[in-house]
């Protein structure tokens, strides 16, 4: 069964800050990994990452992938007020399944 | 140019009764996706739809759940005989023919069964 697990479940940062957010996934065959910030409704895409080593950048959004460690990072710099959001991270696997699957999701809550 | 639009956003229903969940895709996507999110969960796959096809199910719960997307109208998920297990927030997403990762969810219905 395909697996993802994201940490830190929540996070609390100042105005700012930097963050780094973790995921790391277990699947038997990795299509793609993709990244989705959810504030309270709908879960918004951010990235698609299929090739290890190969930043993908959005404004202060950032995010990069290896497959060998089997794991992923979400950066974001100079956190504002409204990057509060649940992060959520998602696998999709190949061969003949369409399905993501997600992680539970961090939690970020940035403070002035 | 409209989202993933899902109705209704909150739908409360007694233990018994039936629920209906009503989906239109983003204009010009052909894939139509359900996905449940339980409280403190991530989402969880249920179905995955395209036009008066089930392409998987297998997220399905094997009784009371069933999906249709019809060649006109919206996608439908609807949950029969409601249990207080069912309440939860059921998200649609859509996506254009070919491109099975990259989603565009809807607001979500959120189902509350007293």
């Known amino acids: 069964e395909d697996k993802v697990v994201q940490s830190p479940l929540s996070l609390v940062v100042h105005e700012g800050d930097t963050v780094t957010l973790n995921c790391s996934y277990e699947v038997t065959n990795f299509r793609s990994l993709l990244w989705y910030k959810q504030e309270k409704k709908a879960p918004t895409f951010l990235f698609m990452l299929?090739?290890?080593?190969i930043e993908k950048k959005s404004g202060r959004l950032s995010s990069i992938l290896d497959k060998k460690e089997l794991f992923s990072i979400l950066n974001i710099t100079a956190t504002q007020t409204g990057d509060s959001a649940v992060y959520l991270c998602a696998v999709e696997s190949g061969a003949g399944s369409y399905q993501l699957t997600f992680g539970k999701g961090t939690k970020l809550s940035v403070i002035p | 140019n409209a989202g993933v639009m899902q109705n209704p956003r909150h739908l409360v229903r007694r233990r018994g009764q039936e629920a209906r969940l009503r989906c239109s895709p983003m204009k010009g996507h052909s894939h139509v996706y359900w996905y449940r999110q339980l409280p403190e969960e991530g989402l969880k796959f249920m179905v995955y739809?395209?036009?008066?096809?089930?392409?998987?199910e297998s997220g399905m719960p094997k009784e009371r759940f069933s999906a249709e997307f019809p060649k006109e109208g919206p996608s439908i998920l609807r949950i029969q005989q409601v249990v207080r297990g069912d309440s939860a927030a059921y998200f649609c997403?859509?996506?254009?023919?070919?491109?099975?990762?990259?989603?565009?969810f809807g607001e979500g219905s959120r189902l509350t069964v007293l």
């Open positions: 997403a859509s996506s254009p023919a070919g491109r099975t990762g990259e989603l565009f």
């Open positions: 299929t090739s290890s080593g």
């Open positions: 739809l395209q036009k008066e096809n089930i392409i998987d």
